[in-house]
């Protein structure tokens, strides 16, 4: 039976995650990136993905990455959305990835796409070049086409993070394909999107050149959105998290008639309401049963947060829950 419970090793990476996000992002930082023209740090992204090594979770040890499971990604995820943390974690860490391990699967042993999946694990940012509206299984209409020379042309609008990518993954008609967002005929527009902390673009190919990775792309791309799709949601409920306790620390904080606002049977009650729903959204943890971490993964989160205590005099403890994370000061 699949443990519903977080592990050690999930806690201890929650707890990681939670304090570096708590000194490089918090929320006056975030809303003033996404306004600017660099809606991405890069120091933070650096941190995530090589000192961390989270940009490799879902890669296979023998490749680069870390080789953990989806359970993991889930609780890095949580944490990114709790604050809306400005990194390309999702499009690339988990859509690009499994896209690339589809491929593999197809072509095992492959040169590229195991050098393309080194690149993503050391942190070079890899988009797939699809509509972030894209549903698994909805088809790829309006897939580039491949001349015979090799040369792709084509039009993709609403891509979510194609401008802090350094590759992209472009369905064609005849397969899927990696093309550098700085090689000729690539053409990348950033747009102005209803939610500023996901950038999107337009990707414009006109001649462009690029690798083919796999002879169909339905089946890559459908399994990085398959996975896009499900830890979305945990994304999403860090978020959700994150909004039921400040409203609950506002109402406990704001008074009327010289009585905190929570203590009001109304507000209690909706609040409950919200904490049923927060609770039912979480569900059991992604249906992976989980697995020791491996060794070396262990290892360089271990000697990350040692540095960190070292250079911050900082502290991190494990959430007693799912919910909570401690940061102090030594």
């Known amino acids: ?145 491949a001349d015979g020379d090799g040369s792709l042309g084509g039009r993709i609008t609403g891509v979510a993070d194609a401008a802090a990518a350094a590759v992209l993954l472009v369905p064609a008609e005849d397969g899927l394909y990696a093309v550098e967002t ?50 979305l949601a945990s994304e999403q409920l860090g978020l959700a998290e994150w909004c039921l306790e400040e409203a609950v620390r506002y109402t406990r904080d704001r008074k009327q008639f010289n009585r905190p606002v929570g203590s009001f049977q109304a507000l209690k009650r909706r609040m409950a309401q919200l904490w049923l729903e927060v609770v039912s959204a979480r569900g059991p943890p992604p249906v992976t049963p989980p697995t020791p971490w491996p060794p070396a993964a262990r290892t360089r989160l271990s000697r990350w947060r040692s540095r960190r205590r070292t250079a911050h005099g900082s502290r991190c403890t494990r959430p007693r829950s799912a919910y909570s994370c401690t940061a102090a000061s030594a």
């Open 1 to 145: 039976m699949t443990d519903l419970l977080y592990s050690e090793a999930e806690d201890d990476l929650r707890a990681a995650v939670r304090s570096l996000l708590a000194d490089r992002c918090d929320h006056a930082a975030v809303l003033t990136r996404a306004e600017s023209d660099t809606p991405y740090d890069p120091r933070l992204w650096g941190s995530l993905a090589t000192e961390m090594g989270l940009a490799g979770l879902l890669v296979p040890e023998k490749l680069g990455g870390q080789g953990a499971t989806h359970r993991e990604a889930a609780v890095v995820l949580e944490e990114l959305g709790r604050s809306v943390a400005p990194t390309p974690y999702l499009t690339g860490a988990v859509i690009a990835a499994e896209t690339l391990l589809g491929c593999d699967a197809e072509n095992p042993g492959d040169t590229a796409v195991g050098e393309l999946l080194g690149a993503l694990a050391g942190g070079t940012v890899v988009a797939l070049a699809v509509p972030l509206s894209a549903a698994p299984g909805s088809g790829l209409s309006g897939t580039c086409r």
């Open 182 to 231: 700085g090689a000729p005929g690539v053409t990348v527009e950033t747009l102005t999107p209803l939610d500023l902390t996901r950038p999107l673009a337009t990707v414009t190919l006109d001649g462009a050149r690029g690798r083919r990775l796999a002879g169909s792309a339905q089946a890559p791309v459908r399994r990085g959105l398959l996975a896009g799709a499900g830890l």
